[in-house]
Structures are given as structure tokens and as C-alpha cells.
């Protein structure tokens, strides 16, 4: 059974930096992508960044440039690195990863516990 395990949150002043960790429970290139979502109370869950078994990465516009994924496939991690956090930054975190079957043919998500970030002075 896959388990994600997320730490690194917690509170942050405007401006400042967090960087979340997300340990695997297997090898990170078993999945087609690993990525962070986030979700405010009554919101729905939305991309933060995601990368694919390639490398490659995607962020949406309102944390392009601030937030960084990356990984270490040795320690089977993946990092969110996030900088000039902004109130709005404000959600729990969820790390999420997809893996895909054949039998039948699909793509199973699996999702860390999530972590709170707060950005507040």
C-alpha cells in the first residue's frame, strides 16, 4: 500500500519562506506524476505543482515563479518549496501521487494526511 508523509508546514510571516517534504513510501518513479495540492475550508482541493516521472513540471499562474517542486529519488521525496509566501498562500497542503494500472486500466490517486500552512504577521 502507498503512503505519503508530509511535513514541513506550519507559520509563516508575509514575504517569508516553507518548504514542505513528501516521503514516499516507494520508489518516486513508480509514479506517473507526484505533485502538491492545496485546500482552503468549503474550497475545492487545487494544483499547487506537479511533476512527472520525467521531470517535468507544472504550476499554475498564481504560484509560478514563487514555487518550486523538486525531488530525491534516494531518499523517495518530494519537496514543495515555497518563497515569497502571501496570505493567500493560507491552506492545508496535501501531497499526491498517481499511479497508474493495467488491470483494470486506470490511474489510482493516493494523498498524504496534509499539512496547514499559515501565512499571517
Known amino acids: 500500500q502507498v503512503r505519503l508523509v508530509e511535513s514541513g508546514g506550519g507559520l509563516v510571516q508575509p514575504g517569508g519562506s516553507l518548504r514542505l517534504s513528501c516521503a514516499a513510501s516507494?520508489?518516486?518513479?513508480?509514479?506517473?506524476?507526484m505533485g502538491w495540492y492545496r485546500q482552503a475550508p468549503g474550497k475545492e482541493r487545487e494544483l499547487v505543482a506537479s511533476?512527472?516521472?520525467?521531470?517535468?513540471?507544472n504550476y499554475p499562474d498564481s504560484v509560478k515563479g514563487r514555487f518550486t517542486i523538486s525531488r530525491d529519488s534516494d531518499l523517495n521525496t518530494v519537496y514543495l518549496q515555497m518563497n515569497s509566501l502571501k496570505p493567500e498562500d493560507t491552506d492545508v497542503y496535501y501531497c499526491?501521487?498517481?499511479?497508474?494500472?493495467?488491470?483494470?486500466?486506470?490511474?489510482?490517486?493516493?494523498w498524504g494526511q496534509g499539512t496547514q500552512v499559515t501565512v499571517s504577521s
Open positions: 499526491n501521487a498517481v499511479k497508474r494500472f493495467s488491470i483494470p486500466p486506470r490511474l489510482q490517486h493516493y
Open positions: 516507494g520508489s518516486i518513479f513508480s509514479f506517473e506524476t
Open positions: 511533476m512527472s516521472s520525467g521531470g517535468r513540471t
